[in-house]
T-cell receptor, first 117, second 112 residues
Framework: GAVVSQHPSWVICKSGTSVKIECRSL??????MFWYRQFPKQSLMLMAT?????????EQGVEKDKFLINHASLTLSTLTVTSAHPEDSSFYIC?????????????FGDGTRLSIL | QQQVKQSPQSLIVQKGGISIINCAYE??????FPWYQQFPGKGPALLIA?????SEKKEGRFTISFNKSAKQFSLHIMDSQPGDSATYFC???????????FGKGTRLSVIA
């Protein structure tokens, strides 16, 4: 149990377009989801904490208007990279807080590799 | 975020050897210490975890040693195999709706 699905797994798009990444908890409800960004050979960097029905909490240095997060239901959070540029190319990973549904506090999706041309 | 310091940055171990990765933390409120394994292009997957009331936990070839007084914990991989080659992250968390705090990762290469 406690499966987190992330879609798409890989996206390539032109500079200036917006890209939406979905994070779903498949068999449990997640009131809290987290979005991370990971550059090559580096650790996961927390971008924001997403709470169902309320505004996301962004980490210092993360542009709220650039990275739009919506957590409209207990099983879905979305991250939209608006007007993407090559420097936004990265590996984006979500995790969902399991709250008693698992023996671990969070489960991770398999990530989305975003490449901006 | 409170920091979790991880070392070494990279590690090369011969097949059959022991891989050891160390982490240190500062925040005594942390109450769960997981280790994650990440393969290229994949999200991190939980390998093994420990809570501070236990000094050691073993699951198969993987063992966590935890030293509460020193605020340190380590991962030991016994009989390391080429399939263990991956990046390993230690992490820590205060239970509740809080994010994991990750170490910087260790790239392990197990050579035959």
């Amino acid at each position: 149990g406690a499966v987190v699905s992330q879609h798409p797994s890989w996206v390539i798009c032109k500079s200036g377009t917006s890209v939406k990444i979905e994070c779903r908890s498949l068999d449990f409800q997640a009131t809290t989801m987290f979005w991370y960004r990971q550059f090559p050979k580096q650790s996961l960097m927390l971008m924001a904490t997403s709470n169902e029905g309320s505004k996301a909490t962004y980490e210092q240095g993360v542009e709220k208007d650039k990275f739009l997060i919506n957590h409209a239901s207990l099983t879905l959070s979305t991250l939209t990279v608006t007007s993407a540029h090559p420097e936004d190319s990265s590996f984006y990973i979500c995790s969902a807080e399991t709250r008693g549904h698992s023996n671990q506090p969070q489960h991770f999706g398999d990530g989305t590799r975003l490449s901006i041309l | 975020q409170q920091q979790v310091k991880q070392s070494p940055q990279s590690l090369i171990v011969q097949k059959g050897g022991i891989s050891i990765i160390n982490c240190a933390y500062e925040n005594t409120a942390f109450d769960y210490f997981p280790w994650y394994q990440q393969f290229p292009g994949k999200g991190p997957a939980l390998l093994i975890a420990i809570r501070p009331d236990v000094s050691e936990k073993k699951e198969g070839r993987f063992t966590i040693s935890f030293n509460k007084s020193a605020k340190q914990f380590s991962l030991h991989i016994m009989d390391s195999q080429p399939g263990d080659s991956a990046t390993y992250f230690c992490a820590a968390i205060v239970s509740g709706n809080t994010p994991l705090v990750f170490g910087k990762g260790t790239r392990l290469s197990v050579i035959a």
